[in-house]
C-alpha cells in the first residue's frame, strides 16, 4: 500500500510539473505586437490618417530601409537566418503600419502605430526594431524625434 502510494504522489509530481513546464513554454511563444504610436492631430479625418498609414507603409516597405534596420539591429543573428536577404523578407513579414489611437495626457488621439509583430520571447528585439522604424518615420515626415526616444 505504501508503495502505491509513493508510487502515485511521484506520477502526480511529474504531472503537475511537467503542465507546469508546458504553460512556461506556450507563455513565451504567445504572439506579442510591439509598437510605437506616433501621436497626429486629433481634427484629422479618418480617411487621411489610413492614407498616412498607408505611405508610411509604402516608405518603409524599402528593401533598403529594411536592409538597413537588418545589418543595423543584427537581425540575421537574432533570427538565425542565413543572409541579409531573409531579414527583409521576415521583417517585411511582420512589419505593421496601423491607423489607430493613443492616450494622451489629453485623452485618447489619434495615431499611426508602427511595430513588429513577435512572441513574448522576443519583446525586447521587437521593441529595439520598432524604435529604429520610428526612425525611418521621423525622417520621412521631418519630425525632430523626441530627446528620449529610444531610451528606457
Known amino acids: 500500500m505504501q508503495r502505491l502510494i509513493i508510487l502515485a504522489a511521484i506520477v502526480l509530481g511529474l504531472l503537475v ?10 507563455r513565451k511563444n504567445r504572439p506579442h505586437p510591439v509598437w510605437a504610436p506616433l501621436p497626429l492631430n486629433p481634427e484629422i479625418t479618418e480617411a ?4 498616412l498609414a498607408e505611405r508610411l507603409r509604402e ?15 543584427k537581425l540575421g543573428q537574432e533570427w538565425e537566418l542565413a543572409n541579409v536577404e531573409l531579414c527583409v523578407k521576415e521583417l517585411r513579414r511582420r512589419m505593421f503600419v496601423r491607423a489607430g489611437d493613443m492616450s494622451g495626457p489629453m485623452g485618447n488621439v489619434p495615431a499611426i502605430h508602427v511595430g513588429v509583430d513577435g512572441m513574448v ?9 520598432a524604435m529604429r522604424l520610428m ?7 521631418e ?5 528620449d526616444a529610444g531610451a528606457k
Open 135 to 141: 526612425q525611418d518615420v521621423w525622417k520621412e515626415l
Open 48 to 51: 487621411k490618417q489610413k492614407d
Open 17 to 26: 510539473g511537467g503542465a507546469g513546464l508546458v504553460y512556461m513554454n506556450i
Open 143 to 147: 519630425i525632430k524625434p523626441p530627446d
Open 59 to 73: 516608405v518603409l516597405d524599402d528593401p533598403e530601409v529594411l536592409r538597413a534596420v537588418s545589418r543595423e539591429l
Open 121 to 129: 520571447r522576443e519583446k525586447e528585439l521587437t521593441g529595439k526594431i
